[in-house]
């Protein structure tokens, strides 16, 4: 079985540009979550969507938003982008809401 | 008060050897810890969750609950070099949607 899986693995962008990540879920999967992870930091929550509709958002600003779509994939979407959202982006998947997560690779997204 | 608090370590042990990794967290309304393993360069892997006081095995892992504390560890036992990672504590309330991870305890298994 396919695990969670996201794109691209790598990415380079100027400030101000915005990018679009995406995530693939575990089968069966209702739940995707969203993290940023700086080095040396643990993973920061940004979002949980659990069927189809936006759960939690974390301490970001409107420039971070994200959306899941009928097939339970999802995108983390960052506008105007800054040096300091250079990162690990993860996407996380679980059967519900309240369920333990699965990781997918990751995006290493660098803002120059 | 940080939401989960970790030691950053680095936590240095011989091979063979009980590692012992501690987590506090500030939420009494918790109900459900997870400990996850992150090599470098690598995204977090589960590998022990406990929902109860008390203590629970998984092979060379046991993960230890007291609520009334709020205090987690995960105890690895025989300890090998492949051990060597960073060991985040994550926490989620109850009916609550995100999980929330401390900064982790770099661990390092010396051969």
């Known amino acids: 079985d396919a695990g969670v899986t996201q794109s691209p693995t790598h990415l380079i962008k100027t400030r101000g540009q915005h990018v679009t990540l995406r995530c693939s879920p575990i089968?069966?999967?209702?739940?995707v979550s969203w993290y940023q992870q700086v080095l040396g930091q643990g993973p920061q929550f940004i979002f949980q969507y659990y069927e189809k509709e936006e759960r939690g958002r974390g301490n970001f600003p409107d420039r971070f938003s994200a959306r899941q779509f009928p097939n339970y994939s999802s995108e983390l979407n960052v506008n105007a982008l800054l040096l300091g959202d250079s990162a690990l982006y993860l996407c996380?998947?679980?059967?519900?809401?309240?369920?333990?997560?699965?990781f997918g690779s990751g995006t290493q997204l660098s803002v120059l | 008060q940080k939401e989960v608090e970790q030691n950053s370590g680095p936590l240095s042990v011989p091979e063979g050897a009980i590692a012992s990794l501690n987590c506090t967290y500030s939420?009494?309304?918790?109900?459900?810890f997870f400990w996850y393993r992150q090599y470098s360069g690598k995204s977090p892997e589960l590998i022990m969750f406990i929902y109860s006081n008390g203590d629970k095995e998984d092979g060379r892992f046991t993960a230890q609950l007291n609520k009334a504390s709020q205090y987690v560890s995960l105890l690895i036992r025989d300890s090998q070099p492949s051990d060597s990672a960073t060991y985040l504590c994550a926490v989620k309330g109850n009916g609550g949607f995100k999980t929330i991870f401390g900064a982790g305890t770099r661990l390092f298994v010396k051969a």
């Open positions: 089968s069966g999967h209702k739940s």
């Open positions: 996380a998947s679980s059967l519900a809401q309240n369920e333990k997560l699965f």
């Open positions: 939420d009494r309304g918790s109900q459900s």
